[in-house]
């Protein structure tokens, strides 16, 4: 597991994205005009998340063929899957709920599908890798996300998700976003998150780390930070 330590961390990778000419941050003011239908499309990506996306697209090209499919999982408004994209993958699937996918880009070449992630209608060993940038900690199910991410994935693929995390426990109960709970989890429920993952034939890559320097974000009155982990589809 990565953590991130602070904003710095945020601000250098959103420059190394756009080094490569893979950031698609919009101005202020064309964001919001997308918001209020004043033009069409989505605007997708959050600076916030630009450190998550660096390090999912980082491994993603150390790890995948540009042949390999791949599934980002809600994602609305993510600004990975355009990146994927852009990056020459060819074969990338989407699955969220929000109907507004219709509106994001690369219709034509993206099998968007507008399905609960948690079940959807891939089939057996469908991917090499999923992804999900800032999406488990809502309406968290353990069980549920993790044996269809288990389903879904060929032996040896890759799950790699970025969640809201603090080592201490933070208590959100009561407080709900996009309709659904939120959790920011604790560096114990990671654990426990690692530990059920294996009932389902996953397994972490790399150790857990929670080395943090500061609380680099801030939302909804709780201040916290981001992890991100992948985990690997047993052979």
């Known amino acids: 597991m990565e953590v991130l330590k602070n904003r710095l961390q945020i601000e250098n990778a959103r420059t190394a994205l756009a080094s490569r000419n893979l950031s698609f941050l919009e101005p202020a003011w064309r964001a919001s005009l997308k918001r209020l239908r004043l033009l069409g499309g989505v605007s997708v990506g959050d600076w916030l998340k630009s450190r998550d996306v660096l390090l999912t697209v980082k491994f993603i090209e150390s790890r995948l063929e540009k042949s390999d499919p791949i599934l980002d999982i809600g994602c609305f408004a993510s600004e990975l899957i355009v990146i994927l994209h852009n990056l020459g993958y060819a074969r990338l699937a989407v699955a969220d709920l929000n ?29 090499q890798a999923i992804t999900a940038i800032s999406v488990i900690e809502h309406g968290f199910q353990a069980a549920r996300l993790l044996r269809e991410v288990s389903r879904l994935l060929r032996p ?4 790699v998700a970025s969640f809201d995390y603090w080592p201490g426990k933070i208590d959100t109960s009561g407080i709900r976003l996009f309709g659904v709970s939120w959790q920011i989890f604790s560096e114990a429920e990671v654990a426990q998150f690692v530990s059920d993952a294996k009932e389902f034939g996953l397994e972490s890559v790399g150790d857990l780390k929670s080395d943090i320097s500061e609380p680099a974000i801030e939302f909804g009155g709780k201040k916290y930070t981001f992890g991100w982990i992948v985990l690997r589809k047993t052979p």
């Open 156 to 159: 040896g693929g890759y799950f």
């Open 99 to 127: 109907p507004d996918i219709r509106l994001m880009p690369y219709q034509e070449s993206i099998d968007y599908q507008r399905v609960d992630f948690m079940q959807t209608n891939f089939g057996v060993a469908s991917f």
